[in-house]
C-alpha cells in the first residue's frame, strides 16, 4: 500500500510539471485545498486552471526525505521536503520547501485531498 500511494504522488508530480489535465482530473479529490508557500490556496478547479494557462510553470519538483507519517485503508499522509523549479517572468527560481499532503483512496485509486507547503530559509 505504501508503494501505490508513493507511486500515485511521483504521477501527480510528473502531471504537474507537465500540465496534463487528464491525468491531474484523476489523481486529484474533488474537494482539494491545495495552499502554496505564498499562502494562496487552490481548489482542484482553479489548480488545473492555472496549469493550463501557465500561470503555474513547474520546471522541476525534485522531492527528497519522504516518509508516509499515516497509512490506512482510506488515507496516506505523507511529509517530506522538495526542491521546486518554478518559471516566472522570464527566469527560473529555484525553492526549497518542507510539505505535508493527504490522500485518500476513493474508487480504487489515491487522489491527493490536501497539500500544504512551506518555504525553507
Not at 43 to 61: N, Q, T
Amino acid at each position: 500500500m505504501t508503494d501505490d500511494v508513493l507511486k500515485a504522488d511521483a504521477l501527480r508530480i510528473q502531471a504537474m510539471l507537465a500540465a496534463d489535465e487528464t491525468v491531474l482530473e484523476d489523481l486529484l479529490a474533488d474537494d482539494l485545498t491545495y495552499t502554496h508557500t505564498n499562502c494562496v490556496v487552490d481548489s482542484k478547479v482553479s489548480l488545473i486552471g492555472k496549469l493550463r494557462d501557465g500561470s503555474y510553470d513547474y520546471r522541476a519538483l525534485d522531492t527528497y526525505d519522504v516518509q508516509v507519517k499515516h497509512l490506512s485503508a482510506e488515507c496516506a499522509v505523507l511529509a517530506g521536503a522538495a526542491e521546486m523549479t518554478i518559471h516566472v517572468a522570464e527566469e527560473s527560481i529555484v525553492v526549497p520547501i518542507r510539505f505535508t499532503s493527504v490522500y485518500i483512496k476513493h474508487d480504487g485509486g489515491w487522489h491527493l485531498t490536501a497539500w500544504q507547503s512551506t518555504r525553507q530559509p
